[in-house]
């Protein structure tokens, strides 16, 4: 489609439209090389895209730099984002700002400064009608629930937030939901059957997702996880696959990122 539209709409014959183009295209090759770990191509496409869009470059360096291993760097990344949108119309745009500082703190296991800034933006999602990140928001605070051990908690926030994630929304975000109900059944350390199962069945789902949205790096976090839990219930064939597939994807897809910040 970009293609098409870069044939037809040229700088010289409608340099709005082309404007357009150039961002769409930008944006795509950037979470391309980000999501298969060429940080060298993603910095390219950055500095672009810093051009075209100087809030949606924020919001990808602060992301990037904490992939790259500068916790602090992308914290104060993420700040600068908060502070230079304050005042912006554009409600969409704040909450996302907002919702990554959030999630970078939890990183920093500041999980009760990320669970004020979330529960602030759901209350703003909810006055302002917006449904989709309502629910993305309830996802990324049940998460903080099952790391928390509120399990209770988080299994209803899950409950109200899957049916819009699956429907409304992206690959990405509903492998992230699989990825926090493994983290929730995970996290009560049960070594029963079902509590195995319900994890190896979380674990498959968030795989699936993260293979149909192209995000490798991803995949290759669901594989390291799924092997230390066959290794654990002393399941060798089923580890020893999953760290072959690792090994594999690990060659072509060097990097490594933390999904709980996306």
């Not at 100087?54 to 990037?64: C, D, F, H, S, T």
């Not at 993420?78 to 969409?92: I, M, P």
Request: proline share 2%; hydrophobic share 45%.
């Amino acid at each position: 489609m970009v293609k098409k539209l870069k044939t037809r709409f040229t700088e010289k014959n409608n340099w709005q439209c082309a404007f357009h183009w150039k961002l769409c295209e930008s944006l795509i090759e950037y979470d391309r090389a980000f999501f298969f770990g060429d940080w060298i191509a993603a910095d390219q496409w950055l500095l672009i895209i810093e051009q075209l869009a100087p809030p949606e470059a924020g919001l990808r360096k602060a992301i990037l730099v904490h992939s790259k291993g500068d916790l602090q760097e992308a914290i104060n990344i993420a700040r600068g984002n908060v502070e230079r949108v304050k005042n912006s119309k554009d409600l969409r745009l704040k909450l996302r700002c907002d919702i990554t500082l959030a999630m970078l703190y939890i990183s920093n296991n500041l999980e009760h400064v990320a669970l004020s800034i979330l529960e602030q933006c759901k209350n703003l999602a909810h006055k302002h009608s917006l449904d989709t990140f309502h629910a993305i928001i309830m996802r990324r605070i049940a998460y903080i629930d099952a790391i928390e051990g509120r399990f209770d908690e988080a299994l209803m926030k899950i409950g109200d937030c899957e049916w819009a994630l699956k429907i409304r929304c992206q690959p990405l975000e509903n492998a992230f939901l699989h990825m926090t109900i493994f983290t929730m059944h995970a996290q009560k350390n049960g070594t029963s059957s079902d509590t195995i199962s319900q994890q190896l069945d979380a674990l498959a789902a968030a795989r699936r997702e993260f293979r149909r949205a192209s995000a490798p790096l991803l995949e290759k976090i669901v594989l390291v996880t799924a092997a230390k839990l066959f290794d654990s219930c002393k399941r060798t064939d089923e580890r020893d696959e999953c760290a072959a597939l690792f090994c594999d994807m690990e060659e072509q897809y060097p990097g490594k990122i933390d999904w709980t910040v996306l």
